[in-house]
């Protein structure tokens, strides 16, 4: 038979039990009523910047641009031809063309990396790292601003009547009844147009320069990895010869 005292250690035992499984439950159901997003992040793996993360922010970036786009569009094609002035329109029509630009070509290229980068396999030559992802990515952000406050200042437009506040003073140039200007040149939207493509071909040569410099710096460190464990297996060897 057991003691009064074995007794009451055993009471106090099992006591000390229930009270660690209750603290248990406890936090296992506080767990489970958080949100699934701050369950991922409190993850190791959580925000892991791969090619499907990087996925996600490139296409919602594009259906923000082809949204606004549409709305811009739309309001331009309710604009009688002489509700703004020819300055106004090019000014337009450029900065859509650059959106368009920005959305075909550079964040397309941009996603047949990230899919290099899903699809990549251990023994690849010149693997998409996601630190290359992440270096295009910063470029490519930049492009994406310019773009953003292109689309915001044609919405300021849009909101003035489509009248362009002149940068130097006060005064407004508005498209209705103003006396016809000097000859010149043709120059608006087809110009812009050129110069936004010339712009755009410099900065993707920027962007693969960077990215070849950036793979060929992480193919040298790996030779000289390779050639360090080799010097220290030679360096084993010799030691047990001896």
């Known amino acids: ?4 005292e074995q007794r009451v250690n055993d009471n106090v035992g099992e006591g000390e039990g229930k009270e660690r499984d209750t603290r248990s439950s406890e936090v296992y159901s506080s767990v489970d009523k958080l949100p699934e997003s701050e369950r991922v992040c409190n993850s190791k793996d959580a925000q892991i910047t791969d090619g499907h993360y990087f996925l996600k922010v490139a296409e919602g970036v594009v259906r923000g ?8 569009k739309a309001a331009l094609a309710a604009v009688a031809s002489d ?10 029509l450029a900065a ?19 899919h290099k980068n899903i699809a990549g396999s251990a023994g690849e030559e010149f693997p998409t790292t996601n630190e290359d992802l992440a270096g295009f990515w910063d470029m490519v952000s930049i492009q994406v601003d310019d773009v953003n406050n292109l689309l915001k200042e044609i919405d300021s437009l849009r909101s003035n009547g489509w009248i362009e506040i002149a940068k130097s003073g006060p005064e407004v140039t508005t498209g209705r009844a103003r006396r016809k200007p000097a000859p010149r040149p043709a120059t608006n939207s087809s110009n812009k147009s050129s110069e936004i493509s010339e712009k755009s071909k410099s900065r993707d040569k920027i962007t693969q320069k960077m990215i ?8 040298k460190s790996m030779k000289t990895m390779k050639v360090e464990e080799i010097n220290t297996d030679k360096g084993s060897m010799m030691e047990i010869k001896i």
């Open 1 to 4: 038979m057991k003691s009064e």
């Open 212 to 219: 070849l410099e950036r793979r060929k710096a992480m193919k």
């Open 65 to 72: 641009i082809e949204k606004t786009v549409e709305q811009e």
């Open 83 to 92: 509700g703004m002035t020819e300055e106004v329109r090019g000014i337009v």
């Open 96 to 114: 859509i063309g650059k959106a368009r630009l920005l959305v075909s070509q550079k964040i397309q290229q941009f996603k047949g990396l990230c």
